[in-house]
């Protein structure tokens, strides 16, 4: 069974850090492009971070120079290391493998950007 489970979400003042992480299983994670989405209430889900699988790596330019993603094979594991947050980072964010046809989501992991 494919599971793609986020974690790492909360509340965080402006300026904070946050690291959300998104732990694949049930499909051979190493060869899928995976990518983080948000979606803030009322508006569309919108791509905020791709990595290849090798190693190729895309950001929003929302987030160029604040956020970083990664990925650690070994463990299945996709990371999303978010710093200088701002309150317009709030969302739930998703996480996302893809090869080809095959496409996974996550269940989503909230971010709060709140004083």
């Known amino acids: 069974q494919v599971q793609l489970v986020e974690s790492g979400g909360g509340l965080v003042q402006p300026g904070g850090s946050l690291r959300l992480s998104c732990a694949g299983s049930?499909?051979?994670?190493?060869?899928?492009?995976m990518r983080w989405y948000r979606q803030a209430p009322g508006k569309e889900r919108d791509l905020v971070a791709f990595?290849?699988?090798?190693?190729?790596?895309n950001y929003a330019d929302s987030v160029k120079g604040r956020f970083t993603i990664s990925r650690d094979n070994g463990k299945n594991t996709v990371y999303l290391q978010m710093n200088s947050l701002k309150p317009e980072d709030t969302a739930v964010y998703y996480c996302?493998?893809?090869?080809?046809?095959?496409?996974?989501w996550g269940q989503g992991t909230q971010v709060i950007v709140s004083p």
């Open positions: 996302n493998a893809q090869f080809y046809s095959h496409v996974y």
């Open positions: 049930g499909f051979s994670f190493s060869i899928y492009a």
């Open positions: 990595i290849s699988a090798g190693g190729s790596i």
